[in-house]
């Protein structure tokens, strides 16, 4: 069958449909008169009535009812595969705009970002490195990266990590000259470096948890920032004691120039989770972002 034939084929489809050349013709963006003369040409070629005519009503044959169940289905879904490859021509564009800490970011982002846009070249992905606990809906974000237990019953959210802990370290330069805490309360007798936290703007307080037992302690020390590497540089540095996500801090200790100490004070925390709003609008990009971000869990890390 030539290709004027399928194009005929489709003009009849949508007359039968529409039982009506004038509803038909419109939908289509062409003339009565043509299609009419299209309809009956195909008429012609198949030597068969397909549609009765009359001046209030068109309605197919036996013959017209036979293409319509049969052919029909055909063309509807060659048309619905055509809208979805559409779809897959736009699935991999876009803005995502996250927002997270400069931790999160360096060590749970950007490693998977990396492989997101090798698969989404198209896709765009904005991320803000920010300390507070940014309204995510106010300040026109798709999504916020947060501990557990900073999601909110607004949020949906999806785990990034497993359980994760802040360990309290210090470089051996330290040690050399201070000896190791024992318990919480000794941290008061040490140099700590500490973390001015944005959100409340208070000096943020090292927690603690043993037998079920939870302590928190406002250390004090020579030096206060508002971001983590440098609290780790620092400590690198010998200046102090520090409180830090263990990621941030494992590649120090495993070389050797950091150490771990209270280790049986520190408690892992429900992990790190990518949290948007319960209504926002799932766009195929932000879809495949979430599933290429989210962590799923072969067994425990710790026991």
């Known amino acids: 069958m030539s290709r004027e034939n399928f194009n005929d084929l489709i003009a009849f489809?949508?007359?039968?449909?529409?039982?009506?050349?004038?509803?038909?013709?419109?939908?289509?963006g062409v003339s009565q008169s043509a299609l009419s003369h299209t309809v009956r040409l195909l008429e012609e070629r198949l030597g068969l009535r397909l549609l009765t005519r009359t001046t209030r009503s068109v309605t197919p044959t036996n013959a017209g009812d036979y293409l319509i169940r049969n052919i029909g289905?055909?063309?509807?879904?060659i048309e619905s595969q055509i809208a979805s490859l559409g779809e897959l021509r736009d699935v991999p564009s876009g803005l995502i705009r996250v927002t997270a800490t400069d931790d999160v970011i360096a060590y749970i982002l950007r490693p998977r970002v990396?492989?997101?846009l090798k698969k989404y070249p198209d896709v765009k992905i904005e991320i803000n490195a920010d300390l507070r606990l940014v309204d995510i809906v106010a300040e026109r974000f798709d999504a916020g990266i947060r501990l557990g237990e900073q999601v909110t019953k607004e949020m949906t959210s999806v785990p990034l990590t497993p359980?994760?802990?802040?360990v309290v370290v210090g470089a051996k330069s330290y040690f050399r000259k201070n000896s190791k805490p024992k318990v919480p309360h000794d941290l008061l007798k040490h140099k700590c470096i500490t973390m001015r936290l944005p959100t409340h703007g208070g000096i943020y307080a090292w927690e603690f948890e043993k037998n079920g037992r939870d302590v928190k302690v406002r250390v004090d020390g020579p030096l206060i920032f508002?971001?983590?590497?440098?609290?780790?540089?620092?400590?690198?540095?010998?200046l102090g004691l520090a409180h830090m996500p263990e990621m941030v801090a494992e590649k120090y200790i495993a070389d050797g120039?950091?150490?771990?100490?209270?280790?049986?004070w520190c408690p892992y925390w429900t992990g790190y989770?990518?949290?948007?709003p319960h209504h926002h609008q799932t766009t195929m990009p932000f879809s495949l972002f979430v599933e290429e971000m989210r962590y799923e869990p072969a067994e425990s890390s710790h026991s």
């Open 13 to 28: 489809l949508a007359v039968a449909r529409e039982k009506s050349f004038t509803r038909a013709a419109a939908k289509l």
């Open 73 to 77: 289905p055909h063309f509807d879904q």
């Open 114 to 116: 990396e492989q997101f």
């Open 163 to 166: 359980d994760i802990r802040f």
């Open 226 to 238: 508002n971001s983590i590497f440098p609290v780790r540089d620092a400590c690198l540095d010998g």
């Open 257 to 264: 120039r950091l150490v771990k100490v209270l280790q049986d």
């Open 273 to 276: 989770h990518l949290c948007f």
